[in-house]
């Protein structure tokens, strides 16, 4: 049932929303440029930190599947508050931490407040919102995934440069506070009438698949011992295989996957993935190449990085307007080609070009995949029905954050093979050219996917006639 909150503006629950992915996003890669410090503080050595980042990207993916349920079970404000109580208090517990140790148990019960914030607070949107004001909604809780990637390093730098380490945490606590108090004042309770058992064997299979994938990859990524990768993965897929053949035969699975029977949906899975995980690549390759490849310094490289982020924010006042007009199939296949000549653009750079090109590049590069994350999220949600959207979301969720793992790994991969098919001792200018175009590869193919949906899908969510 669902008490309602008489007088309260979609906007209002969209913005708390917002503002909690922003908060979870930002701090799974914030930390990234203050591990030297931290680890110098703690008497270890930086390359051990990488358990904290690790501990906190994998407790995320494990606890994600079971945000629907719980959602269900407790009711979706009581969730919500919760999950943000959680985060709260453990940004405290990692900004006392004296010790490594300490420090990654305290971002695992992080990791468990953030895993359920994200996904029950787009729960809230999507039940507090009307079709016809879906776009604009699922716009205000799109753009904390695009931006925290490229915000983070820069955020976490100036705050240990001119700070300490620890105010990364603790900037957190008055940004919660707010939020719990806007929860219980705007957000409605939402719980399913339906009263599912917890579904055990569900869990443990999507939790190890989903950790040995993510494991696998964070070693090809990390320098660990890397023969364990391939294990891992195969091991991730198996259980993954045996999680879904659950999902589709148990009468009350964690995670329901009808909704992918569902066109609009299945496509926004299948090739909302590919165009994830090109997205999750291009700032993780954009600083290597601008460093690595052509020996810029750090501060020149983040200022043309910016500029993405910038194309971002600049796409966010004209999407709605641009997908009420052409619809979501037009835009997801056009934008979707704009998106590929924009990344194959950039094995155009070289260290002599002139930086205000290259800016230029990346700032509608930032605009093409604003348009284009957008209207994969909105989309997804679009034909889904109520009693079907918790299951479809938590998957949603699931998938977006594999995804967008997957891309940054695959990056490190095809750094590494172009290098040694090279010849080349590191990787030089060239190499990163050849992978930008590979790269680019990734949004033609989920452009064949997005020719499959309906001139007309989504006509009720953009209104367009």
Known sequence: MTEQEPGVSWRVVALIAAAAAFMENLDGTVIATALPAMAKSFGVA?????????????????????????????????????????????????????????????????????????????????????????????????????????????????????????????????????GLVLIRLFIAQWRSAERRRFDVLGFVLSGVGLVSILLGLEMVTGGHDQRWALPLVVLGAVMGALWVRHAWTHPAPLMRLTALRIRTFAVTIWGGSLFRMAIGMVPFLLPLMFQVGFGMDAFTSGLLVFGVFAGNLGMKPVTTPILRRFGFRRILIVNGLVCAVLIAACAAFSADAAKWWMLAILFMGGLARSMQFSAINTLAFADVPKDETSGANAFFSMMQQVSMGMGIAVGAILIRAVTVAHGHAGPNADDFRVVFLITALLPLLAVLDFRRIAPDAGAEVSGRK
């Open 46 to 178: 930086p390359t051990d930190m990488n358990i904290g980042m690790s501990a906190y990207l994998l407790t995320v993916a494990v606890f994600i599947p079971i945000s629907g349920w719980v959602a269900d079970r407790f009711g979706a404000r009581s969730v919500f508050f919760a999950a943000l109580a959680v985060f709260t208090t453990a940004s405290v517990l990692c900004g006392l931490s004296q010790g490594l140790w300490s420090f990654t148990a305290a971002r695992v019960v992080q990791g468990i407040g953030g895993a359920l914030m994200l996904p029950v607070g787009r729960l809230v949107v999507l039940r507090s919102t009307a079709k016809r004001d879906l776009i604009n909604a699922i716009a205000y809780i799109t753009w904390p995934g695009l931006a925290a990637p490229v915000l983070g390093p820069p955020v976490g730098g100036l705050i240990t440069t001119y700070a300490d380490w620890r105010w990364i945490f603790f900037l957190n606590v008055p940004l919660g506070l707010a």
